[in-house]
């Protein structure tokens, strides 16, 4: 299966901690993207990061990929009780392929 | 107020009923998806549709129909082959035909089978 798997499943920190998830996926890719997900809400784009990047930055978010890995990580800084939530990261495959594939997500619980 | 709208927000279906899920979106996107997601798991592909009027298989196509005969309207139809449809529906769609692009989702259906 080319989906990615995510690492830890779940994680529970306190508030004004950092957060990291990992995602690790099998073949190459054009890019992987992280989603956010509320429970029984629909996902939210965070952020993409193309297969020529390392890393890139968005707000309190910091998303790192090393290709020679195939590993990528989400750092969130400074989490506040809201950053509670699964956070996807999801693979994406041009040419032939063309898909997005999702893993199986990390379960965050931020303790206020 | 842009967006993509699901509905409903909880459907129930009896056994050898065909159930429809709505999904608009006003974004002007060419691309539409349905994914499926059970407790504690990823997404996983349905149909997808890069344009009207034509759409393609997902993953897991077997039991489900869509169709796309207007631009911003993807209803899924989940029917009485679907052994198993208890789960959460979710739509996307996404601005250009490149199906590995950001997707923006919808606020989800859960079907439940009386």
């Known amino acids: 299966s080319q989906q990615g798997e995510e690492d830890p499943q779940a994680l529970s920190i306190q508030e004004g901690e950092n957060a990291t998830m990992n995602c690790s996926y099998k073949?190459?890719?054009?890019?992987l993207q992280w989603y956010r997900q509320n429970s029984g809400r629909g996902l939210v784009h965070l952020i993409l990061?193309?297969?020529?990047?390392r890393e890139k930055h968005s707000g309190r978010l910091r998303v790192t990929l090393d290709t020679s890995k195939k590993s990528s990580s989400l750092l969130i800084t400074a989490s506040r009780a809201a950053d509670t939530a699964s956070y996807f990261c999801?693979?994406?495959?041009?040419?032939?392929?063309?898909?997005?594939?999702f893993g199986t997500g990390t379960l965050l619980a931020v303790q206020p | 107020d842009g967006g993509i709208t699901q509905s409903p927000k909880y459907l129930f279906r009896k056994e050898g009923q065909n159930v429809t899920l709505s999904c608009e979106q006003n974004?002007?996107?060419?691309?539409m998806y349905w994914y499926r997601q059970d407790p504690g798991q990823g997404l996983r592909l349905i149909y997808y549709?890069?344009?009207?009027?034509?759409?393609q298989k997902g993953d897991i196509a077997e039991g489900y129909s869509v169709s796309r005969e207007k631009k911003e309207s993807f209803p899924l139809t989940v029917t009485s082959a679907q052994k198993n449809p208890t789960a959460f529906y979710l739509c996307?769609?996404?601005?250009?035909?490149?199906?590995?692009?950001?997707?923006?989702f919808g606020p989800g259906t859960r079907l439940l089978v009386l």
């Open positions: 974004l002007n996107h060419d691309a």
């Open positions: 999801a693979t994406g495959y041009g040419g032939a392929t063309n898909k997005l594939i």
């Open positions: 990061i193309r297969s020529n990047e």
């Open positions: 996307a769609s996404s601005p250009g035909l490149a199906t590995s692009e950001t997707q923006y």
């Open positions: 549709s890069q344009i009207v009027n034509d759409f």
């Open positions: 073949t190459s890719i054009n890019n």
